[in-house]
């Protein structure tokens, strides 16, 4: 509860700020003094709230007719603020080619002017002085803002309508080859269904997960590999929605480990309902998958945000990774791709991993590189190789742009 509430304190000091700058560009530089200023600064001040309302209810108070409303909004808001962003440089351009298009009369220096003196003996003003000008033109200025406010609101709603369109419809199914030395030759094309960041949740229920269980079954894997962030809530609020997993289908077993979002919403719980629901959950530990006369260590750790929770056991990659037989490849699940440099210390061929979304708003990746070693598909760190899968679903606003949700067949190869 603690990191929740420090979380929406953070963003709703960061989104006043934004809906600030937001209310500078759209209502103040568009409007003049009057009921449209009044109004568009009361719709200003209900949207900067929503925005902390909407992560309250949903996370804290578990409410969720907020949910569309508000995420929806941030993802508006987002975009709004790119866009505008990327205006500033053209549109200060223009504000000055209108400032300068007044002319403004240059004072001389050559001699001094000649001074008239009336009938009444007053001094007159020299007949050639320059009369005082503005140096812009409050009209175009004001259709400079309101163009500049009109191209904004359109491209960030085509943008983000483009990007709920993405979210909510199918994933897409990703395949990837990945030659691991270790790797016996009688296993060679072993298959793992990999999905990550399914985010059960206020706006996605049983429907999403059964239709993402029904693609990974037809793929006829060998492994299935949950790898975090499954949920958005408690047992109690999301355990129906849960329940299509039940019906995963695999030869040697489906495997879960869990994601930073399980210790939001009750790990402890949320491991026990997924071990009912068939999956083993990998916490710190290793499972041999023997398999066409070959053996395959599959380890899984926990999240590294369990570290400080007091609810479950932190990251161990000692316990899952040492004493085993290094002859043998080792295939890593672990929610985060910094979990990485970790990992390549303990010899893992491959990790596998989720988190990051892909980015799922673009330029959001950016800051998602500052990061994470891999952000998207297959990277290489220490020697350890990376996938990261962008995730199924989404995590607060139903939009994606640039990372399209997606399911991952990875095969594993022979050199």
């Known amino acids: 509860m603690l990191a929740i509430t420090g979380f929406v304190a953070t963003l709703t000091l960061i989104t006043g700020l934004i809906h600030f700058y937001l209310w500078k560009r759209l209502v103040k530089d568009t ?11 009361i719709v200003a001040l209900v949207l900067a709230l929503l925005v902390p309302a909407t992560m309250i209810t949903t996370r804290a108070v578990g409410v969720f007719w907020l949910a569309w409303p508000g995420y929806l909004w941030l993802a508006l808001m987002f975009y709004l603020l790119v866009v505008l962003l990327l205006l500033e440089v053209p549109t200060a351009v223009a504000k000055l080619v209108l400032r300068r298009r007044a002319v403004v009369a240059e004072p001389t220096t050559a001699a001094p002017e000649p001074v008239l003196v009336g009938a009444a003996g007053a001094a007159d003003p020299p007949a050639a002085a320059a009369v005082n000008q503005p140096d812009h033109d409050p009209a175009r200025r004001l259709l400079l803002a309101r163009g500049a406010a009109i191209f904004a609101g359109l491209t960030a709603a085509g943008v983000t309508g483009y990007g709920v369109r993405t979210a ?3 994933p897409q199914l990703d395949r990837v080859q990945i030659p691991l030395a270790k790797l016996p030759r009688s296993m060679d094309g072993l298959r793992i269904a990999t999905v990550s960041d399914i985010h059960i949740g206020p706006l996605n229920g049983p429907e999403h997960t059964q239709r993402i269980v029904a693609m990974i079954n037809r793929l006829d894997a060998d492994i299935v590999a949950v790898v975090g962030d499954l949920v958005d809530g408690s047992v109690a609020e ?3 929605a849960a329940a299509p997993l039940r019906g995963l289908r695999s030869r040697y077993g489906s495997f879960f480990v869990t994601g930073n979002h399980e210790y939001y919403s009750g790990v402890e719980e949320w491991v026990r309902e997924v071990d009912r629901l068939g999956l083993r959950v990998l916490q710190n530990e290793r499972q041999e998958i023997r398999a066409r006369g070959g053996v395959l260590d599959l380890a899984g750790v926990n999240d590294v945000t369990a570290a400080g929770t007091g609810v479950a056991a ?3 990659y000692a316990a899952a990774l040492a004493d085993r037989d290094t ?8 929610h985060q791709p910094v979990a990485a440099h970790e990992a390549a210390k303990f010899g893992v061929d491959l990790q596998l991993s989720g988190h990051t979304h892909g980015g799922q ?11 994470h070693p891999v952000v998207s598909g297959l990277g290489e760190v220490d020697g350890t190789k990376v996938y990261v899968t962008n995730g199924a679903g989404f995590w607060g606003p139903p939009v994606r742009v640039g990372a399209p949700p997606q399911v991952t067949l990875v095969e594993l190869r022979t050199p």
Do not use: Y
């Open 327 to 334: 002859t043998r490849p080792v295939v890593l699940l672990a």
């Open 238 to 240: 999301l355990g129906e």
């Open 361 to 371: 708003m673009v330029p959001f990746n950016l800051a998602v590189r500052l990061q």
């Open 168 to 170: 909510l419809g199918p």
């Open 314 to 316: 932190p990251a161990d």
């Open 31 to 41: 409007t003049g003094p009057g009921r449209w200023r009044k109004a568009g600064s």
